[in-house]
């Protein structure tokens, strides 16, 4: 069936016109329709354009033409700007915003040929670690609709899990990539800070975002990063470096990779039947050739805290745009200036994104900048430093991506600090900047299991390689919810 086939197999299929774009693009939006009621992956379905786009696509294809991704259906997290159509970042502050151009990141893929069928749900602002404070409602775990997908980018991971499309675009801050990947057993790649471009992708936290990519498998991951990565002289925080080709070597052999199990990660708090499966994973790659040695990091406890002072502190000055004036949710009748400030901000924003606000102002504000803001940033440092030296003695680094599979909705609502406890094994990896990616390793209880690899920066195609390899041995990224096989 169409919709059981990889992004790598569809685009192989367009291209010997087996099958049209327009066949493809009407099957996963029937699939879209049908899902949308139990799973709410979508905040906008983009129906007409993605079928005008598909017959352009197949008219390229038929003439011999077309990109690496011509005609391949694709969504995007809705923090990604396109041209014409919502771009809501899960929030009612941008329920009705729609923005005049593209994001680098749709850009680019548009010109790859692939087709956008919509713009998926997330946590309001990405900020949020279950998909459940969208102002759109929660988006539900298609391997159990009582249990969250993760966040922030639920909506991207649920959807590929449903294969209601073959890969989507998705973001990572503190883990929003890597956390619902693990969840909704799929494969999820977060690059180098600066390796895709930040333009036209509504900032968080400006430190910490990167844009990545939530696929069935580490080979379909890097065709479309592939794409999407590249230096952007419109984004200051882009990197100027060649991007290389992340299909190139895919298959080749582990014999001799240094991996470092990272010590910290398997701590009181993991599932044991997490660890299980995340051992077992690790002993794949022991049988393929790789060398497996434990590796502390030290500071590598202090990346929540250190987070929870950085991430709100610039996400304060970021949303700080969204004042009522310019774009954005504006109040009734405001009485004067500071009423149109305080009663559109209050309106526009939920909870979790005021929580942080007035977190981030109160560690920037004078008397605690030093205290906070300026000591995490020292930690930070520490944190950095710690990779660095286990990257002088391994190549690799691997653990779980979460402590336990996908909880139930609104089991940690009311209590924030265990929320934002769901990320430690993800966090380190954006305080550092580094690529990291979880790959599917197997079950508990029937959920599926994340195997989180870490790599040194720009080492995508390294991770991309492992990754591989390991999906190459074994087929939890295969598995596919029953209700949507």
Request: with cysteine; proline share 6%.
């Amino acid at each position: 069936m169409i919709h059981r086939q990889t992004l790598t197999q569809l685009a192989a299929d367009l291209r010997a016109r087996k099958v049209s774009s327009v066949e493809l693009v009407r099957t996963f939006l029937a699939r879209i329709e049908a899902s949308q009621p139990a799973l709410n992956a979508f905040v906008s379905i983009t129906a007409e354009q993605a079928l005008a786009a598909a017959e352009a696509a197949d008219q390229r294809l038929a003439g011999g033409g077309g990109g690496a991704l011509e005609g391949v259906p694709i969504g995007h997290k809705d923090l990604f700007c396109t041209a014409g159509v919502r771009t809501s970042c899960g929030s009612r502050m941008l329920a009705n915003f729609v923005s005049p151009y593209d994001a680098t990141v749709v850009a680019r893929l548009k010109a790859a040929g692939a087709v956008m069928l919509g713009k998926l749900n997330m946590d309001e602002f990405a900020m949020g670690s279950s998909n459940e404070t969208s102002h759109f409602g929660p988006v539900r775990n298609p391997w159990n609709t009582a249990l969250v997908p993760g966040g922030s980018s639920g909506g991207s991971a649920a959807a590929v899990a449903a294969r209601l499309l073959p890969a989507a675009t998705a973001t990572d801050t503190g883990g929003s990539i890597r956390q619902p990947a693990a969840f909704c057993g799929i494969t999820g790649i977060k690059p180098t800070y600066g390796r895709v471009s930040r333009h036209g992708m509504i900032a968080f936290a400006s430190s910490l975002d990167q844009g990545g990519v939530l696929a069935a498998s580490a080979e379909d991951a890097a065709r479309v990063l592939r794409e999407m990565a590249g230096f952007d002289p419109r984004d200051s925080t882009s990197v100027d470096r060649p991007v290389p080709d992340y299909l190139a070597g895919l298959g080749a052999p582990l014999q001799g990779v240094r991996i470092g199990v990272l010590k910290e990660f398997f701590d009181t708090g993991l599932d044991p039947q997490y660890e299980r499966c995340v051992r077992e994973a690790l002993a794949v790659f022991e049988r393929l050739g790789a060398r497996l040695r434990e590796v502390s990091l030290p500071n590598i406890p202090l990346s929540v805290p250190v987070y929870y002072v950085v991430a709100p502190a610039e996400c304060s000055s970021n949303l700080a745009r969204y004042d009522g004036v310019r774009f954005g949710h504006r109040c009734r009748d405001p009485r004067d200036l500071q009423d149109l400030y305080k009663r559109s901000r209050s309106e526009g924003f939920g909870a979790e994104v005021k929580r942080r606000i007035m977190t981030g102002t109160y560690v920037l504000s004078a008397g605690y900048y030093d205290a906070y803001y300026l000591k995490a940033q020292r930690v930070r440092r520490l944190i950095t430093a710690d990779f660095e030296r286990a990257f002088g003695e391994v190549d690799l680094l691997m653990g779980p991506t979460t402590p336990t599979a996908a909880f139930a909705l609104g089991a940690k609502t009311a209590d924030p600090i265990t929320m934002y406890l769901n990320d430690i094994y993800t966090i380190s990896a954006n305080l550092a900047g580094l690529p990291a990616m979880s790959v599917p390793c197997g079950f508990t209880a029937g959920l599926p299991v994340g195997l989180q690899i870490i790599g040194p920066h720009f080492a995508e195609q390294a991770l991309l390689q492992a990754a591989h390899r390991y999906q190459l041995e074994t087929d939890w990224h295969q598995r596919i919810p029953e209700q949507y096989a």
